[in-house]
């Protein structure tokens, strides 16, 4: 009797596992692309790139120049 109760909780633990596998991965394909399918959508519709891809050929450099000019007291005053 203590031999089908051990075979089922073994049992219980694998079936477990097996749909605990089965649900996660069926959810993290919808994250994956409800969220990246949607922002890649959202970002072709507003023409935006993420990334500056293109090459030109006539640049001595491709640095960006940095904006970090020191701004005054008054302006980052409680700032949060």
Known sequence: MMGFFKEFKQGQKSFGETIATLINSILLSLVYFIGVGGT??????????FLDLKIDRDSQTYWEELNLDKEELEESYKQF
């Open 40 to 49: 890649s959508i959202i970002a072709k519709i507003f023409d935006k790139r």
